[in-house]
């Protein structure tokens, strides 16, 4: 079956810098997901992924999928308070439509003020 | 445009008893996915719902049972509650040609 592994588990980053997050597939992705959650809250849309080589942005956070569609990464420029949370990854198991998603167990981010 | 909504927000049970967790999609969304969260891990995947069939079944016992209406709301239910089901259970809504999946605010069960 397949699995996701977030590096690292936790993030503590002062306010103002740079900051990645990687995920690895133990299979290739038809598509991958990023989501943030709150603690406790629902998890929120980021960005999906699906070809290889794919790069996508919004406002500061950029994710990126690599060439051979098995690993993922993303960055946040300039880290704000807002950004603090759990992000997610997940893998996307469907071939041609929404299907179930495989969830990595989240990294924790905190901003140091 | 509203988003997937959950209700309730909240919900104490106790050992034994039924639940049921309701659920609305997104707006134009015709596929609902649930998931259930558990302190301090990912979401794990339980079923998914379109066009009023259940396409889609994770490894969850079958006291964990659905429904999809013909306006693609959905409900989930859990007999015979266990303490291990605690949880803050998602249901993420999706279009099903393109995939995306967007997640409700969610509900938290607590089994006491």
């Known amino acids: 079956s397949q699995e996701l592994e977030q590096s690292p588990q936790s993030l503590i980053v002062q306010e103002g810098k740079n900051l990645t997050i990687n995920c690895t597939s133990s299979?290739?992705?038809?598509?991958l997901y990023w989501y943030k959650q709150k603690y406790g809250e629902g998890l929120i849309f980021l960005m999906m992924?699906?070809?290889?080589?794919e790069e996508k942005s919004h406002e500061k956070i950029t994710a990126k999928l690599d060439e051979k569609k098995q690993q993922s990464s993303l960055h946040i420029t300039a880290s704000q308070p807002s950004h603090a949370g759990i992000y997610l990854c997940g893998a996307d198991t469907g071939y041609s439509s929404a299907s179930k998603i495989i969830f990595g167990s989240g990294t924790r981010l905190s901003i140091r003020p | 445009d509203a988003g997937v909504t959950q209700s309730p927000t909240h919900l104490i049970k106790t050992r034994g008893q039924q639940v049921t967790l309701r659920c609305s999609p997104k707006s134009g969304h015709d596929t609902v996915s649930w998931y259930q969260q558990a302190l301090g891990q990912g979401p794990q995947f339980i079923f998914q719902y379109y066009e009023e069939e259940e396409r889609q079944r994770g490894n969850f016992p079958d006291r964990f049972s659905g429904h999809q209406f013909p306006n693609y709301s959905s409900e989930l239910n859990v007999n015979a509650l266990l303490l291990g089901d605690s949880a803050l259970y998602l249901c993420?809504?999706?279009?099903?040609?393109?995939?995306?999946?967007?997640f409700g605010p969610g509900t938290r069960l607590t089994v006491t």
């Open positions: 299979k290739t992705l038809y598509g």
């Open positions: 992924l699906q070809k290889g080589g």
């Open positions: 993420a809504s999706s279009l099903d040609i393109l995939r995306e999946q967007y």
